[in-house]
């Protein structure tokens, strides 16, 4: 059977309402957008097999499924397909906001949007299992989800297809039932050769056909009071604003009635059902004893536990919408609680009227007036099968790298789903960018991007496909992570936007000198790969010096002068040029500092230097000489007491001889014989020659008024005379 007809001709729909105490089946008639309630069929659970919605026991609820199947099949003919629902229980609802950084110059494609929101549903699937407990985030199934706003670098957008910037942000709510909830029902069916033609979800079921799209401009609340749980759904401003469970429903009164007076589960069931349409009620305990009460007396015993559901109800409500609704709706056999709808309302703070049970009468464009079909316990199945026309959740079965999953899906599927599905991380598919570096260059920072990573490689059914790729059941993917981006790099050259060149003259020469080139300091070249964080300079040459490096006349790390005599003295080591520049900047004298500009013309030599003599690179503290001081002829004079010897690698050496490079030199004083008085003419200027005058006889010496000759011995302070006579 399908739920859906093409040419217009009616179609039946087989709908299952599994609930917890009992499973009610409908066969609908659709023609069209038009719905008619054919047959129904109601069957109670022996057991407790179901518990707050939940299938405990698979093989005794497909029992009952399996009857209410065999009475409808008997009048309408074999039924293959049914249309079912997940309580509202097990519905999880996660609202996320994932980021993710982007190649900074690459424009954000589709494929980058539909990876992001799905790695935004993927968080929000990690953030229920965290929540939950659960160690695989995959025990959830991803029944929908919707982009409820676009970010970049903050800032809200509308679309982020084809947008720059470094960060994208989705801001996703996403929908997920727990595969347990799925798995079970499924197997329920197939127990009972039954293929689920549509899923849906209880609270969505019963608020699409009981408030219709143009009563959801009014808050209003739905609440679906079954027997283990009470499910609550909110409408405003034309639309489902939410939804909630509350786990307490028609057991709870049930469980009261027990204790209050003695009965099993299944009397008890009876009483609270009586109590509703008969003014007394008899009953028998467990003690065998029997009872004959009026229904004013037994909703009495029970009055406190009603107010509890009550209150728990519209707790959830407040909780929900934030402040009291306009109406609240009841359906759901739990629902005919005596006294419910006043305490409802009560607890809520609103008039009485504004809470009331609907039934059969409110959703007579479905059911007519058949009076089996009157209860507030149809509204559900109803809604399922109009659910499964209008809004239906189905699956397919596909196989993700080797793996075979089952998708729900609650809109058109796409291979990013199964991926979801398959417990991938859709963000580590996709290659990260490699790390950025920065540099500074000339005192600006510059950021150098990583390399791009490559998207993964998918495949579906042995094409190439994309994530947002529609599947089909039975398809076979199959997906292949991408790499990272490499770590960024950069040259020196890359740095450069153009190469300028400083056009000179040099030695008669045209040259074209590129830049000088510094990292963190030391000289580099053009070719030189940077580290993260270098500092670079990068300029012309602009003194006399950088140009003659620039150009090979002069190293670098080479002082303007190169040195080219090296030589020791009593062993402190000297050096001196061997060479003397002559630099020449436009025809006239120069230094190594002066600035060169554009078309200048520069002349550079080294004119060699003759060696020096030993007496000229000994230093005067190295002449170590003792002297002492005599007076001649009223002259001061003063006479070496001490000799000085001269050794050129270890030779003895005159002090004119020439300095070899290399040399080592040996400057050494040791005392002397004492000064007489001959030694005295080497230090002043007197002639021994006698005069031409007759009447001079000879010369007179003395030494402190003694007579004395060219031999006389001399000490510190002596008085010296020599005159002719």
């Known amino acids: 059977m399908s739920a859906y007809n093409e040419t217009g001709s009616p179609e039946l729909i087989f709908s299952l309402d599994i609930g917890t105490r009992s499973v009610v089946g409908l066969i ?103 929540e939950l407990r659960e160690l695989d985030a995959t025990r959830y199934y991803c029944v929908g989800y919707s982009v409820v706003n676009y970010y970049l670098d903050q800032e809200l957008i509308g ?213 089996l079909l009157s209860g507030p316990e149809f509204v559900t199945p109803v809604g399922i099968a109009v659910a499964a026309r209008r809004h239906p959740l189905r699956y397919v079965t596909v196989t993700v790298n080797d793996v075979p999953l089952r998708i729900f899906d609650l809109r058109k599927m796409s291979l990013g789903d199964s991926l979801i599905a398959a417990g991938l991380d859709i963000r580590r598919l996709y290659g990260r960018p490699g790390l950025a570096m920065s540099v500074t260059v000339n005192g600006r920072m510059k950021m150098i991007p990583g390399g791009h990573g490559t998207p993964p490689v998918i495949m579906n059914n042995g094409e190439a496909a994309s994530l947002d790729s529609p599947i089909a059941d039975g398809d076979t993917i199959t997906v292949v992570a991408g790499k990272n981006g490499e770590d960024a790099h950069v040259f020196v050259r890359e740095l450069l936007d153009q190469l300028d060149t400083l056009d000179i003259v040099c030695n008669d020469r045209p040259l074209s000198l590129g830049p000088v080139i510094h990292v963190n300091g030391t000289p580099a070249q053009l070719d030189d790969s940077l580290a993260d964080r270098a500092e670079v300079e990068i300029r012309l040459p602009r003194t006399v010096s950088e140009v003659l490096a620039a150009a090979g006349l002069l190293a670098p790390d080479e002082q303007p002068v190169p040195s080219g005599l090296h030589f020791s003295v009593n062993g402190q080591s000297y050096t001196l040029p061997a060479h003397n520049p002559i630099l020449l900047l436009n025809g006239k004298t120069a230094t190594f500092s002066d600035v060169v500009r554009q078309g200048d013309e520069l002349s550079y030599r080294l004119e060699e230097i003759a060696p020096p003599a030993i007496r000229d690179v000994i230093p005067l503290e190295e002449w170590v000489q003792e002297t002492m001081t005599v007076s001649f002829n009223g002259e001061r004079v003063m006479l070496p007491v001490a000799q000085v010897t001269i050794t050129l690698d270890g030779k003895v050496a005159s002090a004119d001889e020439l300095v070899p490079d290399g040399a080592v030199i040996t400057v050494k004083s040791a005392p002397s014989a004492p000064p007489v008085f001959s030694d005295v003419f080497r230090f002043v200027n007197f002639s021994l020659e006698k005069p031409d005058n007759e009447s001079i006889s000879g010369f007179v010496m003395l030494v402190n008024g003694q007579q004395a000759s060219f031999q006389t011995e001399l000490k510190s302070g002596d008085k010296l005379e020599l005159f002719w006579e």
């Not at 079912?84 to 980058?112: N, W």
């Not at 009483?271 to 509703?276: A, D, G, H, M, P």
């Not at 309302?345 to 059969?360: H, K």
Request: proline share 3%; aromatic share 4%.
């Open 28 to 130: 609908v008639e659709t023609t069209g957008d038009q719905f008619r309630v054919l047959d129904c069929a109601i069957r109670e659970h022996d057991e407790r097999s179901m518990l707050d919605g939940q299938i405990h026991d698979v093989v005794a609820v497909a029992k009952v499924i399996k009857q209410i199947k065999d009475e409808l099949e008997a009048k309408h003919g074999q039924l293959h397909q049914v249309a079912v629902a997940a309580a509202g229980r097990s519905l999880r609802t996660r609202r996320v906001r994932v980021d993710m950084p982007l190649s900074r110059h690459a424009f954000i494609t589709r494929e980058d949007v539909v990876a992001l929101e799905f790695a935004a549903v993927q968080e929000a699937q990690a953030d229920l299992a965290k």
């Open 159 to 371: 679309s982020l297809i084809d947008q720059r910037g470094d960060i994208a942000s989705a801001d996703v709510i996403a929908t997920f039932l727990p595969r347990v909830v799925v798995d079970s029902l499924i197997a329920a069916l197939k127990r009972c050769d039954l293929e689920m033609q549509a899923l849906t979800l209880e609270p969505i079921a019963a608020i699409n056909v009981l408030i219709p799209v143009t009563m959801r401009r009014l808050n209003i609340a739905l609440v679906d009071i079954g027997a283990g749980t009470s499910d609550v759904a909110l409408t405003e401003e034309g639309a489902i604003t939410a939804y909630g469970m509350v786990p307490v429903a028609g057991d709870e009164i049930t469980d009261a009635l027990m204790n209050a007076f003695l009965l099993d589960f299944p009397m008890a069931e009876e009483v609270k059902r009586l109590l509703t349409t008969h003014e007394s009620v008899t009953f028998t305990d467990i003690l065998g004893m029997e009872h004959t009460m009026s229904a004013a007396e037994v909703t009495s015993a029970i009055e406190g536990d009603v107010s509890q559901l009550a209150e728990k109800i519209a707790t959830k409500i407040i909780e929900l919408n934030g402040k009291a609704p306009q109406a609240v709706m009841l359906i759901g056999g739990g629902s005919l609680t005596p006294g419910l709808t006043g305490k409802v309302a009560q607890f809520l703070n609103m008039p009485a009227a504004r809470v009331a049970v609907r039934g059969g009468d409110a959703i007579k464009q479905f059911v007519g007036d058949n009076p």
